[in-house]
């Protein structure tokens, strides 16, 4: 049976959901926010900064904006889990290195990964954010924010005492062409390149990349793409200028691939970040 409990607050959202189904690859995809993730059971992997590991209960994943990852849920057994998004306008400026810092998943000593989180009582920090719920309007958002950084200080406390999850690569070649991918955007990275690179023939390099990832290398290459797009239009950067650093040959290409993936024009965008 499906349970789902959540909070809805400004710049904040989480969610409480137990299921039963299973899915047949993982849907990577990315998200402006924060996100933490906390599982309690389940058959589950999951993709995150460019490995794959199997999820053991109280695991706690911390995913830093504009990130690739997604979970593959692998039986219909119970999958009971917490997730929490959130803006870093949710946090007060004079907080935001100490409370952030747990998210920097590029440091070798960080992957995003915490095992027996359990320990750290974060349930407990997450359950006291569900609650506030049923608080009065007038003082909901400001307990809600108190209550975020308060988990949120507790993980920073959680992550210097606790070793991130090893890494289980399914396949370290897949692995190294991700970080290629990502290291290399603003350069040509058609299909023959990377098989030239990588020793691999374009049917195995599709096949194994559309089965570790959910999605074929173009795909990717072009959601990494517009999502380095977004930070630079956040930045000031003309959509001119944008277009030729991330790797499009042409000006209308970069605009029709922005405005599907996400929604609106690169220029709608910059007005929107001005």
């Given at each position: 049976?499906?349970?789902?409990?959540?909070?809805?607050?400004?710049?904040?959202?989480?969610?409480?959901?137990?299921?039963?189904?299973?899915?047949?690859?993982?849907?990577?995809?990315?998200?402006?926010?924060?996100?933490?993730h906390?599982?309690l059971?389940?058959?589950?992997e999951?993709?995150?900064?460019?490995?794959y590991?199997?999820?053991?209960?109280?695991?706690?994943?911390?995913?830093?904006?504009?990130?690739?990852?997604?979970?593959k849920i692998?039986?219909h057994?119970?999958y009971?889990r917490?997730?929490?998004?959130?803006?870093e306008?949710?946090?007060?400026?004079?907080?935001?290195?100490?409370?952030?810092?747990?998210?920097?998943?590029?440091?070798e000593?960080?992957?995003?990964?915490?095992?027996?989180?359990?320990?750290?009582?974060?349930r407990?920090?997450?359950?006291?954010?569900?609650?506030?719920?049923?608080?009065?309007?007038?003082?909901?958002?400001?307990?809600?924010?108190?209550?975020?950084?308060?988990?949120?200080?507790?993980?920073?406390?959680?992550?210097?005492?606790?070793?991130?999850?090893?890494?289980?690569?399914e396949?370290?070649?897949?692995?190294?062409i991700?970080?290629?991918?990502?290291e290399?955007?603003?350069?040509?990275?058609?299909?023959?390149?990377?098989?030239d690179?990588?020793f691999?023939t374009k049917?195995?390099?599709n096949s194994?990349?559309k089965k570790?990832?959910?999605?074929?290398?173009?795909?990717?290459?072009?959601?990494?793409?517009?999502d380095?797009?977004?930070?630079?239009?956040?930045?000031?950067?003309?959509?001119?200028?944008?277009?030729?650093?991330?790797?499009?040959?042409?000006?209308?290409?970069?605009?029709?691939?922005y405005?599907k993936?996400?929604?609106?024009?690169p220029?709608?965008?910059?007005?929107?970040?001005?």
């Amino acid at each position: 049976m499906d349970l789902y409990r959540s909070l809805y607050e400004q710049n904040i959202c989480l969610h409480h959901k137990t299921t039963c189904y299973s899915t047949d690859s993982f849907a990577i995809h990315t998200h402006d926010n924060y996100q933490i993730h906390y599982f309690l059971y389940g058959d589950v992997e999951f993709f995150l900064n460019n490995s794959y590991f199997t999820i053991k209960p109280h695991t706690l994943i911390l995913i830093p904006p504009h990130t690739p990852h997604g979970s593959k849920i692998n039986s219909h057994s119970t999958y009971e889990r917490y997730l929490l998004e959130f803006s870093e306008n949710a946090i007060p400026a004079e907080h935001k290195p100490l409370l952030l810092a747990p998210f920097d998943i590029s440091k070798e000593t960080l992957n995003g990964f915490f095992l027996n989180s359990d320990h750290f009582n974060i349930r407990r920090f997450l359950e006291d954010i569900l609650e506030c719920d049923n608080l009065d309007y007038k003082i909901r958002n400001s307990i809600v924010k108190i209550r975020l950084q308060n988990l949120l200080s507790q993980i920073v406390i959680m992550s210097k005492q606790v070793k991130g999850l090893p890494t289980d690569v399914e396949s370290k070649t897949i692995k190294d062409i991700i970080s290629y991918i990502n290291e290399n955007l603003s350069s040509n990275l058609s299909l023959d390149l990377i098989c030239d690179k990588f020793f691999i023939t374009k049917q195995t390099l599709n096949s194994q990349f559309k089965k570790a990832t959910g999605t074929t290398v173009i795909d990717y290459i072009i959601k990494k793409r517009i999502d380095l797009a977004y930070e630079l239009i956040v930045q000031g950067y003309s959509a001119t200028q944008i277009s030729e650093h991330v790797g499009f040959k042409d000006y209308s290409s970069f605009f029709r691939a922005y405005k599907k993936i996400k929604g609106i024009s690169p220029s709608k965008a910059k007005e929107e970040n001005a």
